[in-house]
């Protein structure tokens, strides 16, 4: 029977694998829905992290899009995550389905398989988990008895590469596009699913929001550049680009209301508030701050009751006030400030992810460390010169980055984390070995602030790679040798001054994973024959070191590029003209493509722009053209205290929000 629970048949299993917990399910809040709860026209969702369940499982965007679907009364809503390469050899022998961890149901029972892709590197794991769930690799041999398999996540911003596998993508944020895709299938089912798949998948491309791969067609000029892509003709109303989603005011959406705390450990054990969405600091490389604008503020009540209620419903100990840039919020000392006088005495200590160099202030930093924990200080400058920095537009200065530090290491801070990219677009080996030269000083200024020698400052350095929807996707990406070869320098730059070289902590990635990330960012179609190859071949879990194999990948893309004349080179290391058609220009994310091209010529001349936060706009094309608008602070409120009883809170006090 559909929907019915496969845990007799899994349970004899997990005595044979690795953290079995992981399989178990029955996390505190999380939910297991009769699988009628709606009648016969209960739409059910199979929600996806396609990662391990230690990375999946605090991911904040399923989280949000689990609880905001379970809500509804005709829809319900279970996760599943990657299983280990132990689990899928006992499933496959055992003939055990992909399921998911709240009712142990089979993945080919739902409605909808939703995967959230952060990262290009899950794709394989995506092959797995449709294979092992009897679902066709192909949506083309899907039939009306498959799930439809819907991509999200900031990497199906460009979902070409892994367009034969999808039913359709989501681009932007899930909360208000899960429900209406739940609403155009419960129509479709209450109509007596008409048409079947098809008519299904034409309701969803119509709304103008879902991208359905099969209704485009691509064709190639024979240099291997794309010439076009158009919608089929013979499916009218399919419309020439599909728009991204974006939830305004986010106060009406707070969500995680009932944070789900993992039974085994995850890689962050805290609880999560995203204090805000969006980032304009026009950072050219980032593609997170360029697709989520505009910026969107959660008001300091809104964000106060959510710390109350996930407290309450976690037992958690640590806040982590999440975002692009969470300094930046335009009541950031006052939201610190009024949780570290709420909950001073109690155990929960408040996180910020990194913080902006231009962004940091001692007592923002102490009123993070109010309750005595003090942990290291992360600052991303990206790039290791002033030249460098401008090209990127990350405006700080090495002075800023020195009065930063020297304030830290003044309050009492022992510990700093820079963070550093190689390979960006003009980048000489002088930008590179000038991170040497940063970091040594950093030492310096450290020791002569604190008046100690037990200064610490770890270089952490990642490749860089262009991505879609940014001033950079046009660039050359550097290879992985060149890359390799000026960390090499970087490298023997800091070990080569005695007096600071040993307090310098220096970790870096080499440059093979980049150029298969480059891959998959830029890819078009034919790249779907490299990744479902590299899966075939073995390719799980590429994003972990242990089982990524750079060969595996080139020797796959090298086999199936070929009869069309390319080669990952021609995706990575080559730059791209104005004129070409990218893979993704049919995908809508507000910005304009003649804005993105000039604030690359911008970039090349060294050109800086102001965050349009604070300035008059700088007609990027987003709000416009997506009816929406900036919506920051300051909202004027304050924080009221609240009762706390042995580290929980016990009743509400806080203003509600307007």
Same mark, same amino acid.
């Given at each position: 029977?559909?929907?019915?629970?496969? +845990?007799?048949?899994?349970?004899?299993?997990?005595?044979?694998?690795?953290?079995?917990?992981?399989?178990?399910?029955?996390?505190?809040?999380?939910?297991?829905?009769?699988?009628?709860?709606?009648?016969?026209?209960?739409?059910?969702?199979? &929600?996806?992290?396609?990662?391990?369940?230690?990375?999946?499982?605090?991911?904040?965007?399923?989280?949000?899009?689990?609880?905001?679907?379970?809500?509804?009364?005709?829809?319900?809503?279970?996760?599943?995550?990657?299983?280990?390469?132990?689990?899928?050899?006992?499933?496959?022998?055992?003939?055990?389905?992909?399921?998911?961890?709240?009712?142990?149901?089979?993945?080919?029972?739902?409605?909808?398989?939703? &995967?959230?892709?952060?990262?290009?590197?899950?794709?394989?794991?995506? #092959?797995?988990?449709?294979?092992?769930?009897?679902?066709?690799?192909?949506?083309?041999?899907?039939?009306?008895?498959?799930?439809?398999?819907?991509?999200?996540?900031?990497?199906?911003?460009?979902?070409?590469?892994?367009?034969?596998?999808?039913?359709?993508?989501?681009?932007?944020?899930?909360?208000?596009?899960?429900?209406?895709?739940?609403?155009?299938?419960?129509?479709?089912?209450?109509?007596?699913?008409?048409?079947?798949?098809?008519?299904?998948?034409?309701?969803?491309?119509?709304?103008?929001?879902?991208?359905?791969?099969?209704?485009?067609?691509?064709?190639?000029?024979?240099?291997?550049?794309?010439?076009?892509?158009?919608?089929?003709?013979?499916?009218?109303?399919?419309?020439?680009?599909?728009?991204?989603?974006?939830?305004?005011?986010?106060?009406?959406?707070?969500?995680?209301?009932?944070?789900?705390?993992?039974?085994?450990?995850?890689?962050?054990?805290?609880?999560?508030?995203?204090?805000?969405?969006?980032?304009?600091?026009?950072?050219?490389?980032?593609?997170?701050?360029?697709?989520?604008?505009?910026?969107?503020?959660?008001?300091?009540?809104?964000?106060?009751?959510?710390?109350?209620?996930?407290?309450?419903?976690?037992?958690?100990?640590?806040?982590?006030?999440?975002?692009?840039?969470?300094?930046?919020?335009?009541?950031?000392?006052?939201?610190?400030?009024?949780?570290?006088?709420?909950?001073?005495?109690?155990?929960?200590?408040?996180?910020?992810?990194?913080?902006?160099?231009?962004?940091?202030?001692?007592?923002?930093?102490?009123?993070?460390?109010?309750?005595?924990?003090?942990?290291?200080?992360?600052?991303?400058?990206?790039?290791?010169?002033?030249?460098?920095? $401008?090209?990127?537009?990350?405006?700080?200065?090495?002075?800023?980055?020195?009065?930063?530090?020297?304030?830290?290491?003044?309050? =009492?801070?022992?510990?700093? $984390? &820079?963070?550093?990219?190689?390979?960006?677009?003009?980048?000489?080996?002088?930008?590179?070995?000038?991170?040497?030269?940063?970091?040594? $000083?950093?030492?310096?200024?450290?020791?002569?602030?604190?008046?100690?020698?037990?200064?610490?400052?770890?270089?952490?350095?990642?490749?860089?790679?262009?991505?879609?929807?940014?001033? +950079?996707?046009?660039?050359?990406?550097?290879?992985?040798?060149?890359?390799?070869?000026?960390?090499?320098?970087?490298?023997?730059?800091?070990?080569?001054?005695?007096?600071?070289?040993?307090?310098?902590?220096?970790?870096?990635?080499?440059? $093979?994973?980049?150029?298969?990330?480059?891959?998959?960012?830029?890819?078009?179609?034919?790249?779907?024959?490299?990744?479902?190859?590299?899966?075939?071949?073995?390719?799980? +879990?590429?994003?972990?070191?242990?089982?990524?194999?750079?060969?595996?990948?080139?020797?796959?893309?090298?086999?199936?590029?070929?009869?069309?004349?390319?080669?990952?080179?021609?995706?990575?290391?080559?730059?791209?003209?104005?004129?070409?058609?990218?893979?993704?220009?049919?995908?809508?994310?507000?910005?304009?493509?003649?804005?993105?091209?000039?604030?690359?010529?911008?970039?090349?001349?060294?050109?800086?722009?102001?965050?349009?936060?604070?300035?008059?706009?700088?007609?990027?094309?987003?709000?416009?053209? #997506?009816?929406?608008?900036?919506?920051?602070?300051?909202?004027?409120?304050?924080? #009221?205290?609240?009762?706390?009883? =042995?580290?929980?809170?016990?009743?509400?006090?806080?203003?509600?929000?307007?």
């Amino acid at each position: 029977m559909p929907g019915e629970s496969i +845990f007799p048949t899994l349970e004899p299993l997990l005595e044979q694998v690795s953290k079995p917990i992981q399989y178990v399910g029955g996390e505190l809040n999380s939910t297991v829905k009769d699988w009628t709860v709606g009648g016969d026209h209960t739409v059910r969702w199979a &929600l996806m992290y396609p990662d391990a369940y230690e990375v999946g499982v605090p991911n904040q965007g399923s989280m949000i899009l689990y609880e905001v679907l379970n809500e509804r009364p005709d829809a319900l809503a279970e996760r599943t995550y990657s299983v280990w390469p132990d689990m899928e050899a006992l499933m496959r022998a055992h003939a055990v389905p992909q399921f998911t961890v709240d009712g142990h149901r089979a993945l080919g029972d739902f409605d909808l398989f939703g &995967l959230s892709f952060s990262t290009e590197l899950g794709y394989t794991n995506m #092959l797995t988990a449709l294979d092992l769930g009897g679902i066709p690799l192909h949506a083309i041999d899907r039939d009306d008895t498959h799930p439809v398999v819907i991509a999200g996540g900031h990497a199906a911003f460009n979902p070409e590469t892994i367009a034969d596998f999808i039913d359709a993508a989501i681009v932007g944020d899930g909360e208000e596009a899960v429900l209406m895709v739940t609403d155009v299938v419960a129509a479709w089912k209450r109509d007596g699913m008409p048409g079947g798949r098809v008519e299904l998948l034409l309701r969803l491309a119509r709304t103008g929001s879902v991208y359905v791969p099969r209704f485009y067609d691509v064709s190639y000029l024979p240099d291997g550049r794309i010439q076009r892509i158009a919608p089929n003709p013979a499916y009218p109303g399919v419309p020439w680009r599909v728009a991204k989603h974006t939830v305004m005011d986010l106060d009406a959406w707070p969500y995680p209301k009932q944070p789900l705390v993992p039974l085994a450990e995850s890689v962050h054990e805290r609880m999560s508030v995203e204090i805000f969405r969006g980032c304009t600091r026009g950072c050219r490389f980032c593609q997170a701050g360029m697709i989520t604008r505009p910026v969107r503020e959660r008001s300091i009540t809104g964000i106060g009751e959510m710390v109350q209620r996930g407290l309450a419903a976690t037992g958690f100990e640590e806040v982590g006030l999440l975002s692009l840039s969470s300094a930046d919020h335009t009541e950031i000392g006052e939201v610190t400030k009024g949780l570290a006088d709420r909950y001073e005495g109690s155990k929960v200590g408040l996180s910020l992810p990194s913080t902006r160099v231009d962004a940091f202030n001692i007592d923002l930093a102490n009123e993070l460390t109010r309750n005595g924990r003090r942990s290291g200080l992360t600052f991303a400058p990206e790039g290791g010169s002033e030249r460098i920095r $401008k090209v990127i537009n990350k405006m700080v200065t090495e002075e800023d980055l020195i009065n930063t530090v020297a304030a830290a290491y003044g309050a =009492g801070w022992r510990q700093v $984390k &820079l963070y550093f990219m190689c390979g960006l677009p003009t980048e000489t080996d002088e930008d590179v070995v000038q991170i040497a030269e940063l970091a040594k $000083k950093v030492i310096e200024t450290g020791r002569k602030v604190s008046g100690r020698n037990d200064i610490r400052c770890t270089v952490s350095i990642g490749g860089f790679v262009p991505k879609a929807h940014t001033p +950079f996707q046009w660039a050359p990406q550097l290879s992985a040798e060149d890359t390799d070869a000026r960390l090499h320098k970087l490298r023997d730059a800091i070990r080569s001054d005695r007096r600071v070289g040993s307090s310098i902590g220096f970790r870096y990635h080499d440059g $093979k994973p980049g150029i298969v990330e480059g891959l998959l960012s830029r890819g078009d179609r034919r790249v779907g024959r490299v990744i479902e190859a590299v899966w075939r071949d073995g390719g799980r +879990f590429d994003g972990w070191s242990e089982h990524f194999s750079y060969e595996r990948w080139m020797e796959c893309a090298a086999r199936e590029l070929a009869p069309f004349g390319i080669d990952v080179d021609w995706y990575t290391t080559r730059g791209r003209e104005e004129s070409e058609v990218l893979p993704w220009d049919h995908i809508d994310s507000g910005l304009d493509k003649e804005w993105l091209w000039q604030d690359w010529l911008d970039a090349i001349d060294e050109v800086e722009v102001d965050d349009c936060r604070w300035t008059p706009c700088f007609d990027c094309g987003v709000c416009p053209q #997506l009816g929406t608008e900036i919506q920051v602070g300051p909202t004027g409120k304050t924080l #009221l205290p609240i009762t706390v009883v =042995g580290g929980s809170p016990v009743r509400e006090q806080t203003h509600s929000h307007a």
